[in-house]
């Protein structure tokens, strides 16, 4: 019981630190996807040259698209003309950033981590779009109408036909709307996942655990790299994840590369990027993020040691100068809003469970009276 009790303290804790951030970070996002619809990006890329991939590279840090609902607006783009180059530069600085994810960022790491984080998130995907462009076959679409499936994606990435809107009050229906309703049905599952995980860090794992066992970065940042490729995590739920990881004792670096890592890449993204942009572009992809994600790593390890930061001491003091009664009433909010998408998005499963169970009590009653 100690301990259960001990992971939910630091868990709300940690929720408490961190959902000012969260919900201005969400609506950042919205203000952004309503001011910048990816239409307006589509006409932009349209070029096969690395003004193209630069561009893609820019224009994805702070989109609020997560790593599979990146995918289906990769395949607009592709569809509208933009170049393999530009295309995987989108596809890797878009879930790797966004304004949620800088928001919470910011909250819980430090501001070097911060702003460090686009930096890197910039780099990478450019330099894969630098890779993919020289070296590439810019080839016609692969299976392309395979990889534009609806089931891959979450509603914040899934095209939608919505309605244009006038207005000051329409504009901010519409920012709410996709903020609090459609972006926080996508992420709360995710966001209350990586905020539980590191709290059972927090709660559980001793004191300077990752000094003792990663301390060397030959072993840390090819372990978080391993870690972070198969899995599917957001940009937004890792970072409290990475946050508790470096306060145990993992090195910034090493949590970079968690940070990079996890949120471009998963088994299915990889999938349907091998089925839609060919084997050579998915081993570029891959490859850009595995080189780039560790040497960025070591960078950042290098800058904490000139600047003479102990990172254990920076993490998440920045939502310390917050009052405590904002940080409880933000905690409340995102708390209500996060359970609400969650039972939303589940409570199909939970009435048909319910059923089948009472059907099956009722059946046992009933042959229990016949008997």
């Given at each position: 019981?100690?301990?259960?009790?001990?992971?939910?303290?630091?868990?709300?804790?940690?929720?408490?630190?961190?959902?000012?951030?969260?919900?201005?970070?969400?609506?950042?996002?919205?203000?952004?996807?309503?001011?910048?619809?990816?239409?307006?990006?589509?006409?932009?890329?349209?070029?096969?040259?690395?003004?193209?991939?630069?561009?893609?590279?820019?224009?994805g840090v702070p989109l609020p698209l997560c790593s599979c609902s990146v995918i289906p607006a990769a395949v607009a783009l592709r569809k509208e003309g933009a170049s393999k180059g530009a295309t995987s530069a989108f596809l890797i600085s878009t879930p790797e950033s966004g304004a949620d994810s800088?928001?919470?960022?910011?909250?819980?790491?430090?501001?070097?981590?911060?702003?460090?984080?686009?930096?890197?998130?910039?780099?990478?995907?450019?330099?894969?779009?630098?890779?993919?462009?020289?070296?590439?076959?810019?080839?016609?679409?692969?299976?392309l109408e395979e990889a534009d499936t609806g089931s891959e994606c979450c509603s914040s990435?899934?095209?939608?036909?919505?309605?244009?809107?006038?207005?000051?009050?329409?504009?901010?229906?519409?920012?709410?709307?996709?903020?609090?309703?459609?972006?926080?049905?996508?992420?709360?599952?995710?966001?209350?996942?990586?905020?539980?995980f590191a709290g059972v860090i927090m709660a559980l794992v001793p004191e300077e655990f990752f000094t003792e066992y990663f301390n060397d970065s030959y072993i840390a940042m090819p372990a978080m790299l391993l870690l972070g490729v198969p899995i599917y995590i957001c940009a937004t739920s890792s970072t409290p994840m990475a946050a508790a990881m470096i306060?145990?004792?993992?090195?910034?670096?090493?949590?970079?590369?968690?940070?990079?890592?996890?949120?471009?890449?998963?088994?299915?993204?990889?999938?349907i990027l091998r089925?839609?942009?060919?084997?050579?572009?998915?081993?570029?992809?891959?490859?850009?993020?595995?080189?780039?994600?560790?040497?960025l790593g070591i960078t950042l390890d290098l800058l904490y040691i000139s600047l003479a930061i102990n990172p254990s001491a920076t993490m998440g003091k920045v939502a310390e100068i917050l009052p405590e009664p904002v940080e409880t009433t933000a905690a409340l909010v995102f708390s209500a809003l996060a359970a609400k998408s969650i039972l939303k998005q589940y409570q199909g499963a939970l009435i048909g469970g319910a059923s089948s169970l009472w059907k099956t009590v009722s059946g046992k009653q009933q042959a229990s009276t016949a008997d």
């Open positions: 019981m100690e301990i259960i009790v001990a992971i939910i303290t630091s868990i709300w804790t940690i929720i408490e630190d961190s959902a000012v951030f969260i919900l201005f970070g969400f609506a950042l996002a919205g203000v952004i996807k309503v001011y910048l619809p990816l239409d307006a990006v589509k006409k932009s890329l349209g070029g096969r040259n690395f003004a193209s991939v630069t561009k893609a590279a820019l224009v800088i928001s919470i960022s910011y909250a819980m790491l430090d501001p070097l981590m911060t702003i460090f984080r686009p930096i890197a998130a910039f780099l990478t995907a450019f330099f894969a779009g630098l890779l993919e462009t020289l070296f590439g076959k810019d080839d016609p679409l692969v299976n990435g899934c095209s939608k036909d919505v309605p244009e809107s006038h207005g000051a009050i329409s504009r901010l229906k519409e920012i709410f709307h996709f903020s609090f309703i459609e972006l926080m049905d996508d992420l709360a599952t995710w966001i209350l996942f990586g905020l539980t306060m145990k004792g993992l090195s910034p670096g090493a949590a970079l590369v968690f940070l990079l890592a996890g949120p471009a890449t998963n088994i299915s993204t990889i999938m089925n839609f942009m060919g084997t050579r572009s998915m081993w570029i992809y891959l490859f850009s993020i595995a080189f780039c994600s560790i040497a």
